[in-house]
C-alpha cells in the first residue's frame, strides 16, 4: 500500500506520461504532414514509449490499493516552426519531465516508500532515449 501524497504524484506522472505520448502523436502527426516519413516514425516510437512508461505505473497504482485518478490531458502543439524545433522541443521536454520524474523517485525516498523507489517504472535507471 502507498501513501496518499505518493499516490497523487504518481497519478500525475500518469499523466505527464500521456501528455509526452501527446506531445509526440502531435509531432509525428505534423511530420507526416510535412512528407517527413522517417520523422514521423521515429515520433511515433517515442508515442509508443511514453504510452508504455503511463501504462506501468497505472498498473503499479491499482497493485498497491491506491485509486488510480485520469487527470485531463493538456493539448499538444500541433505546428513547429522547423523539424530541427520539433527536436529541440524534444530535448526540452525530455529534460523537463525527467526532472519531475527525479523529484517523485526523491518524494518516494524521503517518504520511505521502498516499493515506490525500487518499482522498475520508476528507477533512476529508466530509459529515456536521448533525441537524435
Do not use: C
Not at 33 to 54: D, M, R, S, V
Not at 111 to 118: E, S
Amino acid at each position: 500500500m502507498i501513501g496518499k501524497k505518493i499516490a497523487e504524484e504518481l497519478n500525475k506522472q500518469v499523466n505527464r506520461e500521456f501528455y509526452s505520448a501527446y506531445f509526440y502523436l502531435s509531432m509525428s502527426a505534423y511530420s507526416d504532414f510535412l512528407g517527413l516519413k522517417g520523422f514521423a516514425n521515429w515520433f511515433i516510437q517515442k508515442n509508443k514509449e511514453e504510452t508504455q512508461h503511463a501504462m506501468k505505473i497505472y498498473k503499479y497504482i491499482l497493485d498497491q490499493g491506491a485509486q488510480m485518478k485520469l487527470l485531463p490531458v493538456e493539448q499538444p502543439p500541433s505546428m513547429f516552426d522547423s523539424p530541427l524545433a520539433m527536436f529541440e522541443n524534444t530535448l526540452i521536454h525530455e529534460q523537463t519531465v525527467t526532472q519531475q520524474f527525479n523529484e517523485l523517485v526523491d518524494l518516494a525516498a524521503a517518504k520511505k516508500d521502498h516499493a515506490t523507489h525500487i518499482f522498475s517504472g520508476l528507477s533512476p535507471n529508466r530509459s529515456r532515449k536521448k533525441p537524435p
